[in-house]
């Protein structure tokens, strides 16, 4: 089974509105990190955002904000006030065991193509 | 300089061929890993390392073999290279204390013709 499903494979948006990414994930651990990552066309990949499973806020970074419903397990981004320059692919990844955990690595799902238009 | 070097950053080659693609750092991570990325699949794991005399393979391991030469270095091989390993390759770090985050290098795009 996929660890994180992305089930929007493109999204539109004009600019100034807020647009809601999702993601579902799947773990059986209590303890788990949630990231989301940014990808312009040019390649590199860009951190936004992370959630601990333990955390009781929702994560905020700017304009970025994670929308955490750990009983649903998703952990959807909400970028508000869209720019054209958030065109771009984004990934929500997931690290299983408590941070420094020995599984380490991190999952990723397919991505979401965001466009932003005028 | 960027954190995480990768080098070539861009590579065609021909079917058969031996390619290594190499990644440095300057972060002062013990953890290191190979992904690739192909369009619509997301990022897959390939390698990791978590020090030197660590070495663990993914799930995409098969035709693909790694040297941890340093803590800083870390190094992907395609001992023969064939078509459908054409794809984008990261080298990322983590620290061992922090939350997990990946620190990426800026990618090498491979294409096996």
């Known amino acids: 089974a996929q660890k994180i499903t992305q089930t929007q494979p493109g999204m539109f948006v004009q600019e100034k509105e807020a647009v809601t990414l999702d993601c579902t994930y799947d773990t059986s651990d209590p303890s788990y990190g949630l990231f989301w990552y940014k990808q312009p066309s040019s390649g590199e990949m860009i951190f936004l955002i992370y959630?601990?499973?333990?955390?009781?806020q929702n994560a905020t970074e700017g304009r970025y904000s994670l929308n955490f419903q750990k009983a649903r397990k998703s952990a959807n981004l909400v970028i508000s006030a869209s720019q054209l320059g958030d065109s771009a692919m984004y990934f929500c990844a997931m690290r299983e065991g408590g941070r420094g955990s020995t599984l380490g690595r991190l999952y990723f799902g397919r991505g979401t193509q965001l466009t932003v238009w005028p | 300089d960027a954190d995480v070097t990768q080098t070539p950053r861009n590579r065609i080659t021909k079917t058969g061929k031996r390619i290594m693609l190499e990644c440095s750092q300057t972060?002062?991570?013990?953890?290191m890993y190979w992904y690739r990325q192909d369009p619509g699949l997301g990022l897959q794991l390939i390698y990791y390392s978590f020090d030197v005399k660590d070495i663990n393979k993914g799930e995409i391991s098969d035709g693909y073999s790694v040297s941890r030469q340093a803590q800083a270095k870390f190094s992907l091989s395609l001992e023969s290279a064939i078509p459908n390993q054409t794809a984008l390759y990261f080298c990322?770090?983590?620290?061992?204390?922090?939350?997990?985050?990946?620190?990426f290098g800026e990618g090498s795009r491979l294409t096996v013709l």
């Open positions: 990322a770090t983590s620290d061992l204390q922090g939350s997990g985050e990946l620190f």
């Open positions: 959630q601990g499973s333990y955390d009781q």
């Open positions: 972060k002062g991570h013990d953890r």
